[in-house]
């Protein structure tokens, strides 16, 4: 056995073995070790909890975006189904219109059935339309002109003063489907 002497810091000598030293050697080093691994072991904490505040605005965010799509999703529908019919009914609506023109013939005769009869197919029609979201924009002979409701085809004449900028007549009736109007009333404008 080999003994060696060491200086402590108050300048005293001691004698050690080699053993002994080896010992302490490998003791300062365990110690380093574990200070080391507590380090790691913190960061490592540190590093999931930071992961997972990640992964938590993450879900937040996405969850957030989920939530709009389903919204947006669902008032598209809505809207969807209150315009599904909107082109088989603007298809149909120039049939509505031979259909008032033909009644307007058919009332100057003298054929109390016939008008009868024709005016109850009309208003089936009419009322199944209706049933179907569709209303008449209401535009008459001597209303204040509006872009917003009508379209203007021509201005003639105002047949009286106070018909100037007003409806003079109106051309073709004008139809809305819930909200919208799917065809403006063509009107005459007098100047």
Same mark, same amino acid.
């Given at each position: 056995m080999k003994f060696k002497i060491f200086k402590n810091k108050a300048g005293m000598t001691t004698e050690n073995t080699e053993n002994q030293q080896e010992l302490d050697d490998a003791t300062i080093e365990a110690n380093?070790? #574990?200070?080391?691994? $507590?380090?790691?072991?913190?960061?490592?904490? +540190?590093?999931?909890a930071a992961d997972l505040e990640k992964e938590k605005d993450k879900f937040?965010? &996405?969850?957030?975006?989920?939530?709009?799509?389903?919204?947006r999703t669902a008032k598209e529908r809505i809207e969807l189904f209150k315009t599904a019919n909107q082109e088989v009914? &603007? #298809?149909?609506?120039?049939?509505?219109? +031979?259909f008032d023109r033909a009644l307007a013939e058919i009332r100057k005769s003298d054929d109390d059935a016939l008008v009868k009869g024709v005016e109850l197919i009309f208003e089936k029609l009419k009322n199944t339309l209706n049933s179907k979201g569709l209303e008449e924009v209401e535009v008459r002979t001597g209303d204040a002109f509006n872009a917003d409701? #009508?379209? #203007?085809?021509?201005q003639i004449p105002a047949p009286s003063p106070e018909l100037k900028g007003k409806? $003079? +007549?109106?051309?073709e009736k004008g139809y809305? &489907?819930? +909200?919208?109007?799917i065809r403006?009333?063509?009107?005459?404008i007098g100047e």
């Open positions: 380093a070790n #574990a200070e080391q691994l $507590v380090v790691e072991e913190i960061s490592v904490e +540190d590093k999931l937040l965010r &996405l969850f957030a975006e989920f939530e709009n799509y389903k919204r009914l &603007l #298809a149909i609506l120039p049939v509505v219109d +031979d409701f #009508a379209e #203007a085809i021509t409806v $003079v +007549d109106v051309l809305k &489907l819930g +909200d919208k109007i403006y009333p063509k009107v005459v």
